[in-house]
């Protein structure tokens, strides 16, 4: 009976220990992909970071829950809730000897938290715009390399700022890649005024870009130069230097 009782309390300890266990175990379980956390609470059960910052990017109040199951799996997964007043949403987070997977993403990213696409002339004109995430999935290496990216995206910021200038914009949506290590955004939207494709590779410091547009009402004209696009031929084009050399 005694070791019996013995077991049960080195069982219980054990459980105590791993219920109590603080939040920041889990915040430096992502220190190896970039991830910097400050001010850390809570427990990996139910823990927050009132600052989280990876590259360029720092949000406010994060919430994680580490899965019971993920423990016995041995690969770490994190419900995880953002916060921030310019990034609102949800994902299920992964850390692995590779690096770490972004999956089922959903929520409101505004495009001034993601540099990549705010350094973007077509876009850095539409104040306050936000691209909606739908079941987004990225998986990145320790060095920030895509490995796999999917998912669908969705921004109102042309049709917006068509708004302001009278114009009858489309909707932009956007589907994920990857292009060598970069992620990549695949571009399209159509409306009375124009039809609109493109690619956007993510690649740092600045983002590499080529968008066509086609008018089908002269007034789209004006708007396109005003968004940094020239024409060719029949077509609009706008592209950074790189994807032009490309």
Known sequence: MRVFLGVLFVIALIAGLVMSAPARLV???????????????????????????????????????????????GRMRVQTEIMDPRVQGRAVISVTSNGIDIRDAQGVVALSAWPGLAAIPAFDLADDAVVQLDEVSVSL???????????????PALADL???????????????????????????????????????????????????????DPAAG?????????????????????????
């Open 27 to 73: 915040y430096d379980a992502l220190a190896p992909s970039g991830v910097q956390a400050g001010l850390v609470q809570g427990t990996i059960w139910n823990g927050q970071a009132l600052r989280l910052r990876r590259g360029d990017l720092e949000l406010q109040r994060v919430e994680t829950a580490l899965e019971p199951g993920s423990i016995l799996s």
């Open 141 to 155: 290496d320790q060095d920030g390399r895509c490995l796999s990216a999917d998912g669908a995206m969705m921004s």
């Open 162 to 216: 068509g708004v302001r200038y009278d114009v009858d914009l489309p909707i932009v949506d956007m589907t994920l890649s990857c292009a060598g290590e970069h992620v990549a955004l695949s571009l399209s939207g159509s409306g009375p005024t124009l039809d609109l494709e493109g690619r956007i590779v993510l690649g740092a410091p600045q983002p590499s870009y080529r968008l066509r547009a086609t008018p089908h």
């Open 222 to 246: 004006p708007v396109l130069s005003l968004l940094g696009f020239q024409p060719e031929g029949a077509d609009w084009v706008a592209e950074s230097g790189a994807m032009g050399e490309s």
